[in-house]
């Protein structure tokens, strides 16, 4: 029996598997991500009328200007996260759709996301009730200052671009910590990763990405 998690057609299981081969020739090496990707139903964070392009790998849009990002950054920005070790607790700034949380919520025990704008946020809680995740909380506030009444985290994912990363966020990094992020403005981006270590950050610049503005406020 097919589920509305399953999918049909363009949907299907069959169609999540290519998708993974996709990611895996670009590069994306870590198994237990793709694993985690293959079985998220991406369909399911997106409109009715885009579904049949939830398992492309491209960005799609999501209404209040925003996107949900392409799957090959959500693996990337994923397993730079992960690293080598077994984050707890991690941050999310941007909630958006709920996708890159699903993700995350699969891997780490306890995941905190921040989404500055009320309706995304209300669509996103449903969407997970709906996965009977429940190992993510969520808050609506301004991204560039973190959760700090959680913090230290032991990793912080922004799913949205700044010309630098906000100091508040690099205070809530936990030592040993690892924080991703697109830095930059639009038309000139690239991901970086940050590592607090016991002398200060180590930072790495890697590949050019395509980000909406982190905004300060909720709305």
Avoid: K
């Avoid at 038309?187 to 270590?197: I, K, Y």
């Amino acid at each position: 029996m097919t589920t509305r998690f399953d999918g049909i057609g363009m949907t299907s299981q069959r169609t999540r598997d290519r998708l993974i081969e996709r990611l895996r020739a670009q590069g994306i090496g870590n198994p237990t991500v793709l694993e985690v990707i293959r079985r998220t139903p991406r369909h399911l964070f997106v409109d009715e009328a885009l579904a049949s392009r939830a398992y492309e790998d491209t960005a799609l849009p999501i209404g209040h200007g925003q996107t949900i990002s392409q799957p090959y950054i959500v693996a990337r920005m994923t397993e730079l996260l992960i690293g080598e070790g077994s984050p707890r607790r991690v941050l999310e700034i941007g909630t958006g759709c709920a996708y890159q949380t699903a993700v995350l919520a699969q891997l780490v025990p306890n995941v905190f996301s921040v989404e500055r704008i009320q309706a995304l946020l209300h669509q996103a809680r449903e969407r997970l009730y709906q996965l009977r995740i429940n190992n993510a909380r969520l808050r609506l506030a301004d991204g560039s200052l973190g959760w700090p009444e959680h913090a230290p985290y032991d990793g912080i994912l922004v799913a949205a671009a700044a010309p630098s990363v906000p100091q508040a966020l690099c205070d809530q990094l936990a030592p040993g910590g690892r924080l991703v992020a697109p830095v930059g403005t639009r038309g000139s981006q690239r991901l970086v990763l940050m590592v607090r270590e016991a002398e200060g950050f180590q930072q790495r610049t890697l590949e050019a990405v395509s980000f909406v503005p982190l905004v300060a406020g909720t709305g």
